[in-house]
């Protein structure tokens, strides 16, 4: 599309996704979409209800097959068969709400899916001193991880998700609104955690409708909308103002107010 | 204060998991109590009810009848909970996926039926009819699996139908006759019926336990310090030991007055050890944990979830097979009245009566053991007080109220004071 920039980043490209469509049905929920993120990048994908954001995440995390269109992991051809060959790629996702067993602790939490095992036995004791190494190394505030994931706040769930998508050492890790039910301190700290997961080298998609959250933490922003991307900018150009007209699709009517009076000096 | 001096010196390395400091200290006996009053409060009462509820029930038939706390009355108790204590076994895996199967009851009297034309009418020996018996009940097991993952049928709806379709089988198999019963010299009845284990071999077998539990125990301990974790104190595996020691050697002792520990309880007990350590220790046992608490989790946290409910589906079923099997063996007869009503409630009721939820993700193999004593105490004792079976039936669906009221009130109490 026109409204493209297209300033390739510089640094060396890790995910990219080119041309993926998907319908649901009647409904074609993405068209063409196109999307890079390189290694200790924070890409924001942004865009309205029903822009396509979450479905997008799903056909990267695998939980949906896009109909068209290629996925490219480290310059490889990949073909993401379901959540759990996600993992194994090394794309970690957090989903929204979480999903975190209640009843089961923080230990077991960190590693479903993936335990460690002695034998045939789950290896408890490497478990839990994995699990601190890894909870000290993002700075987590969790007061003990054999406690039951129902008795920790919403910023420690929030944490401990993320912390469980960085089990697997993958080299994407993507953050659906991992702020949206948090306060201001809480917002803060997953904040500090998506810089720290960009300091350690990883590629950081970040689906957010908090356009603060966005500006203060992105590189890079992609905005959706009805299924197709309208534009991308780099956070430093990037004004509310205009990121607000790209996601709600009033970008044209401004472009060509602006051309308009641009025009109107001129002649 | 002992405690004291001891924490302060090995104050240096604190373990990795203390070095919060809103940890408040948990070692020694004061703050022991303190956490177990809050566990308490917290909703968290684990098997407190149902270890009080025992002794209340105990000490009222003992006042009323001597008699029933007599050795002969606990080995007969023993032999006859076993099978219904073996298909509560499958009921507590099915309710930790926050399922439930009606049919157990049916299905455990068909498997029966089935082995016992095998054996006795078509002549076919022990092994084949038990082979046969707990593959139907695989079968049965991986019906339901499919009907579950691949339809989408509620495990309601289709363990009420195989709840009258099973006992609809089992009448079809029995035929005209209406009841097979087994030869006394048969290996099944043999077993489940007359097999009592050697007083020798019982205290070796309680040693035994009581050195692998101190072992693993110790074992555990040692590789949690060399890791730099934490352990809790000390004391209480020592008093831990010492109480599984005392206990079960003093059980041993008066059970030996009459026959002993019979061999019927004795797989029970093995198959709850098992599926304890099974539920605890592994992968499969944490997944099952997980799908129960969170389906949708689970399921992208890459676990095969279908899998997890064909496992359990198929172990229920298979568990009531052997509890039918078992129960024919005890009783030494299958009737068209083998495993109906009675047998199911009686199963289901166990299980929750023994402090698994009927919620979902929460529960051990262990309350089937202590469901089946509550009921088989309850049902025993009524007997030798002689009172009518309608007020047996009477008591036993209200401690089963009773249970399930706990259950939610516990539920309630948990989600308010954050433990989910």
Known sequence: MSSLTKDAPVRDVVLSLAGVSKRFGAVQALTDVHLEVAAGEVVALVGDNGAGKSTLVKVISGVYQPDAGDIELAGRHIHVGGPRQAQVLGIATVFQDLALCDNLDVVANLFLGQERLVGPVINEVEMETAAWKLLRSLSAKIPSVRIPIASLSGGQRQTVAIARALVGSPKVVMLDEPTAAL????????????????????????????????????????????????????????????????????????????QQRKGGEHG | MAEVKEAQEALPPVPADLQDERLINQVGLVPALHQFWNRLRGGDLGSLPVVLGLLIICTVFYLIEPRFLSSFTLVSMTVFAAPVGIIALGIVLVLLLGEIDLSVGSVSGFTAACMAVLVVNEGTSMFVGLAAGILIGVAIGVLYAVLHTQLGVPSFVFSLAGLLAFQGGLLYVLGKDGTINLPSDSSLVQFAKFGFISEGLAYFLVFAITAVYVGSQVWGRYRREKAGLSNSWWVWLVLKAVALFAGLAWLTWYLYIDRGWSKVWLLFAALVVVMDLLLRKTKWGRHLFAVGGNEEAARRAGIKVDRTYLSVFVLCSALAALGGLMSAGVLTTVSQSSGTTDTNLTAIAAAVIGGTSLFGGRGSAYSAMLGIVVLQAIQTGLNMTNVDSSVRFMVTGGVLLLAVAIDSISRRARSSSGRG
Request: negative net charge; without cysteine.
């Open chain 1, 183 to 258: 306060g201001v301190a809480q917002t803060a700290e997953v904040l500090n955690l998506i810089e720290r997961l960009r300091d350690n080298g990883l590629a950081v998609i970040l689906v957010s409708h908090n356009m603060a959250d966005v500006q203060a933490v992105a590189d890079r922003i992609v905005v959706l909308r009805l299924g197709r991307n309208t534009a991308e900018f780099r956070v430093e150009d990037a004004t509310t103002e205009e990121l607000v007209a790209a996601i709600t699709g009033a970008s044209d009517n401004v472009v060509a107010a602006r």
